[in-house]
């Protein structure tokens, strides 16, 4: 029986690699999950074979909180002083626009409350998904809505910032939050970076707390990096914790959760745009009350990632660091913040 299920076990995993490193080679978005999610979410419908211990949830998770955990070096917590007001507003407006948002789907929509406010939560692909499985929403349908938002993203989100970028202006130089010279880095501890990701994983995931595995890790790992710039993972083995990521979602995938694929183009529909209501909003209130000008703003309460981002608001007169620095803030509440107040409105309003 044992042989058996580590048989299923070790097919899964084949099936989620092959699947990942297809969908990375065609250079599909977060190709990593979306390649193996999909692979085995097929294999699964087909045969109903997929299969995962649960130790992997945790191996997963503790992974994707170290990658997080990686971006802040110490150099990074000065300049995060400068943005604590910035920050805060932001964070307050992300609040409430997943809140709101997220109880219009789940009221207009068949989708439930919790998948409907983690599609809504603006955070990274992987670490969203796989919370949003630990929470109890159907993380499929998560992964398509936070893929859609990127699709969105890449498509849309750059010619519309240019434009208002362009419109207000800007004149700041400067290079990427946390960015450093190579000759600067000392050596990087992939061991260490490792056992302390999984060590405190698991005292966050035993400790009951929503996203605790993740959160845990992601703030051991950040310690560490900050008192020895030494924490570290090559980046290009991302790709494979993202295929964990998928695999874990689309074990659980069935043939009811595809026929339910179309009922999400509404839900989509509504939170991108109140992404780009959201997006606005913020920034003209952020450049309004604050020291921070509107490029600079526009560019920070984007839902895109803190490099790509940083980097066009250094193109377009923004201050890139702080760019940077508001979306990694973005990032970390995404995993620490968010799961708290979902876990408060189901209990407010059911599921």
Known sequence: MQDSVAAQFFLTVAVAL????LAVRFKIPVGGMVGGMSAVALFNIVTGLA???DELKILTQSLAGAYLGMR????????????????TMMLVGLVIYNSSVGLLIASFTRMDLITALMSAVPGGVSEIS???AEMGGNAAQVTIMHLLRIVSVLGV???MLRTMANRYGGSHEAA???AEEEEDCPPKSLPMTVVLALFFGAIGYFSGLPAGTLAFSMVAVAVYNVKTDRAGIPPEHRKYVQMLAGLIIGKGVGMADVLQMPDILLPAALMITGFYATNLILSFIIAKYTKMDYTTALFST???GPSDMALMALELGGDAPKVACMQIVRLLAAVVVFPQTIRLMVALFGN
């Open 157 to 159: 989100f750059p010619v």
């Open 72 to 87: 802040i070096r110490k150099k990074d917590i000065a300049q995060f002083k400068t943005i604590l007001l910035p920050a």
């Open 130 to 132: 796989l919370l949003s």
């Open 176 to 178: 990427d939050c946390g």
């Open 51 to 53: 299969y995962a211990p």
């Open 18 to 21: 092959a699947g990942g490193l």
């Open 302 to 304: 984007s839902p895109a």
